[in-house]
């Protein structure tokens, strides 16, 4: 699927990013629409680089940017793009002798929400969301690590805004709470812009309606779950014995071995794709181990 | 008993009636399980849940240590006492730290000053001893309140920083707010140990004009340097002439005259430096 470059709600072009002799981001184009976008990539791939970016956070050695029309390199418009933006970093510190409700007054404070009124309402609107709402008096510290993430996609659900970036927020979730942050995402009003990374494949599939894949710095795919899982149809097959030539296999819950690749295994019955099969062939296409 | 009509009740549960009603409608309540069992159809659950939900935070953000509370009675608003919690140098263990050190080296001027131990090197006459116990505690001072200024303002420092700079609050008002509380944290204990110590009388209103100085100068500095380095330098370019001074002439020039119009003149220059150059405070995609 191709969106409209000219109506994004968020538009990169020709992004670019060094750190040392590394290219983080080469060249990277992108429009990203309202609803859920998923970037996927591996560790190393400009993910993070991208999102920080995104955030007004990074900055980029060459490119430009536009959120909502506003261009970051302006203070004024940065700015405006802050007032609409959530971000989850993805390592997000704590300070740790917070209280949950104190540490979510404090981003809500950060977020220009002054009123102490308005600030208890937010607060108690996102603990409600990610499901602490009984925690609201627990010290950080004390949290266990999937309650911090929880903690960290609540502070970017305060001021309810127009663009969420969240750089790996099912990183730490058990199962339970994975569908939950889908269920979340998928409900909340306004139908804001969400660019999400991730490296699980089915987090993707679930609930992204548009995919970016990002290898070695650079776009290597957009399009639905399903075009890039359709990238990998007739490549993907299950045999009863692994086969060497394969690109990629592994045993399944069935006790067959499903093979990812060009030569099919003898005696192999072809299979239906998955978003993970266009993405493992996508990566090996680039090179990339 | 007269009973409350069902649209006088469902005009109180949805918070549409008078004041006046709401005065009789109460009472009334408060007597009557019949009228409470009818109000309970016409309540939404989902709203009584998220005011329940509002009231629990408003309780857990109401549980302030009592320096918080006294300052809000004071006057101090409430998300400006939030900023300064999330600042590492105003805390208790902090400022502890900083109380420890000073007490140490007020100790140690004392000590030597009314010759409860022996002071290392040559016999020197009593004006220059008086002068030279001193200089530990010259030395340190200034530093201390430098650090707890870095401490407010290094990024290194804050482990939310990203959220901060990704935030639509200035970062250099943020700055400011966290810094100026900060020296005046530090500059607090520093001052009232100078009462204690055997110097001249001067000596209290003599280290604030350096203090305030060396702060501007890392903040200013840390608009053209990495802020680590910004601090470094101040406490650098304050160690080597106290430490140089110390050796010619004793401690004492440094907050002198001389120093204290050079001390003022660094002041006004780093605050103009500052004021120019704020926008590099406002972090993250600056360009």
């Known amino acids: 699927m191709t969106l409209d470059v000219s109506t994004a709600a968020v538009r990169v072009d020709g992004l ?9 981001l080469d060249g990277v184009d ?32 060459s490119g430009r940017v536009s959120v909502f029309g506003f261009d970051p390199r302006q203070a004024v418009q940065r700015v ?3 007032r609409r933006l959530g971000y989850l970093p993805q390592e997000l510190g704590y300070h740790r002798h917070f209280t949950v409700a104190a540490f979510l007054d404090y981003v809500a404070i950060l977020k220009e929400i002054t009123g102490r009124r308005r600030r208890a309402e937010e607060v108690a609107r996102v603990l409600a969301a990610v499901g602490l709402e009984t925690r609201a008096r627990t010290r950080i510290r004390a949290l266990s690590g999937g309650m911090r993430q929880r903690l960290g ?7 309810k805004p127009d663009l969420l970036v969240l750089d790996e927020p099912t990183a730490g979730l058990d199962p339970e709470q994975r569908l939950r942050f889908r269920e979340l995402l998928s409900s909340l009003p306004g139908d804001p812009v969400i660019v999400l990374s991730t490296h699980q494949a089915d987090d993707i599939a679930a609930i992204c309606p548009h995919v970016v894949v990002l290898l070695q710095g650079q776009v290597q795919f957009t399009g639905t779950p399903a075009e890039l899982a359709a990238t990998a149809a007739g490549r993907v097959w299950a045999a009863g014995e692994r086969d060497e030539r394969a690109h990629l296999a592994w045993r399944g819950g069935d006790n067959r071995w499903r093979h990812v690749g060009d030569n099919p295994p003898a005696g192999a019955e072809l299979v239906a794709p998955t978003v993970e099969d266009g993405y493992l062939l996508l990566s090996h296409a680039a090179g990339w181990r | 008993m007269t009973h409350a009509g069902e649209d006088l009740l469902a005009g ?4 549409t009636v008078e004041v006046a009603e709401v005065w009789s409608v109460e009472p009334h309540l408060m007597a009557c399980a019949r009228c409470r069992s009818v109000l309970s159809a016409h309540v939404d659950a989902g709203r009584l849940a998220r005011n329940r939900s509002v009231l629990m935070v408003r309780a857990a953000l109401g549980d302030a240590g009592r320096v918080r509370g006294l300052l809000c009675r004071c006057g101090v608003p409430d998300h400006l006492l939030r900023l300064l919690g999330a600042t590492p140098s105003l805390r208790r263990s902090w400022l502890l730290s900083v109380l420890g050190v000073l007490a140490v080296v007020t100790a140690e001027a004392a000590a030597v000053r009314y010759g409860w ?12 001893r ?6 530990p505690f010259l030395l340190v001072a200034p530093l201390l309140v430098l650090a707890g200024v870095a401490a407010a303002f290094l990024p290194t420092f804050d482990p939310a920083f990203r959220l901060a700079v990704a935030a639509p609050f200035s970062g250099f008002t943020l700055l400011l707010v966290r810094s100026v509380c900060a020296l005046a944290a530090a500059l607090v204990p520093v001052v009232a140990a100078t009462f204690l110590l055997p110097g001249p009388r001067w000596l209290p209103l003599a280290l604030l004009l350096p203090s305030l100085a060396l702060c501007a100068l890392a903040l200013a500095a840390a608009t053209v340097l990495d802020p680590r380095a910004a601090a470094v330098t101040a406490g650098v370019l304050w160690a080597v002439p106290v430490l140089l001074l110390e050796t010619a002439h004793g401690p004492l020039p440094i907050v002198q005259a001389h120093a204290q119009f050079a001390c003022l003149a660094v002041l006004c220059a780093c605050a103009v430096v500052l004021l120019a150059r704020r926008d590099r405070f406002e972090w993250g995609w600056t360009r």
């Open chain 1, 16 to 24: 670019s990013r060094r750190y040392g002799a590394t290219r983080a």
């Open chain 2, 130 to 135: 008086d002068a030279e116990v001193l200089a």
């Open chain 2, 117 to 128: 131990v022996r002071a290392s090197g040559p016999a020197r006459s009593p004006e220059y």
């Open chain 2, 12 to 15: 109180y549960a949805a918070g």
């Open chain 1, 80 to 82: 405006e793009i802050r």
């Open chain 1, 153 to 159: 996609i609540a502070q970017a659900l305060l001021g």
């Open chain 1, 30 to 61: 992108l429009a990203l629409e309202r609803g859920i976008t998923g970037l996927l990539g591996p560790n190393g791939a400009g993910k993070t680089t991208l999102l920080s970016i995104l955030a007004t956070v990074g900055e980029p050695d």
